[in-house]
């Protein structure tokens, strides 16, 4: 919750907060569980060799625990921070290996993220078409099981590909959903589709006859 809204620091230390617990615990899961998250909350500051890091340490303490939901969490953070850095190829199979570990399982929650993953990682390609089938698909489930943000994400990433193709009309029509889900929510990704839907504004894009 503090890193969508906004609180990096705050969500950095209360990572750091809960390894040291875990640790003197003895706690293996959780020590992995908090090293994911502190992965998280590198990568939205951008650091990202950080990042990559934390995520292949807790990837590889959950599976030597034989701990598969953790796994997935560990290759979907692994392939954001792939992706952010420009290696493609190694992302898609991140988070496809995560996908099958959470389509076997049947989080319904991680198949959303991962599938919304796989979308902003496919607008990086010309397949247009692919990365709508992703994130369509994370709607799907997003909506089925009451998942705001993956609801967001979705239609954001919707939106982005039909004004990346020249349909502002849909466009703009599905950015104000994911922006009004964001403002419900409290999402900073709200501020981020607002400035989108501001820059067409001043664009003046012709709508679609």
Same mark, same amino acid.
């Given at each position: ?49 950080? &990042? +990559?890091?934390? $995520?292949? /340490? !807790?990837?590889? %303490?959950?599976?030597? #625990?034989?701990?598969?939901?953790? *796994? =997935? @969490? ?16 190694? &992302? +898609?199979?991140? $988070?496809? /290996? !995560?996908?099958? %570990?959470?389509?076997? #399982?049947?989080?319904?929650?991680? *198949? =959303? @993220? ?20 992703? $994130?369509? /698909? !994370? ?11 993956? *609801? =967001? ?23 104000? /959903? !994911? ?11 709200? *501020? ?18």
């Amino acid at each position: 919750m503090q890193i969508m809204t906004g609180g990096f620091a705050a969500a950095t230390a209360t990572s750091q907060q809960a390894l040291a617990l875990y640790h003197d615990l003895g706690d293996q899961a959780g020590q992995a569980e908090a090293i994911s998250n502190l992965g998280f909350a590198r990568y939205v500051t951008d650091d990202y060799q950080a &990042a +990559a890091a934390c $995520h292949q /340490q !807790a990837l590889e %303490l959950f599976r030597g #625990l034989g701990h598969r939901h953790g *796994q =997935a @969490e560990a290759l979907n953070g692994l392939g954001i921070v792939q992706r952010l850095t420009g290696d493609y190829p190694a &992302a +898609a199979a991140s $988070h496809q /290996q !995560a996908l099958r %570990l959470s389509h076997d #399982l049947g989080q319904r929650h991680e *198949q =959303a @993220e991962e599938l919304n993953s796989l979308g902003e990682l496919s607008s990086r390609s010309a397949d247009s078409q692919q990365l709508r089938d992703y $994130h369509s /698909q !994370a709607l799907a489930i997003a909506r089925q099981i009451g998942a705001p943000l993956e *609801q =967001a994400r979705a239609l954001e990433g919707i939106g982005r590909s039909y004004l990346q193709y020249g349909h502002a009309r849909k466009g703009t029509n599905v950015l104000r /959903q !994911a922006l009004a889900i964001c403002r419900r929510i409290g999402a900073l990704a709200a *501020q981020r589709v607002q400035e989108n839907l501001l820059q067409l504004r001043h664009d003046n894009l012709a709508p679609e006859r």
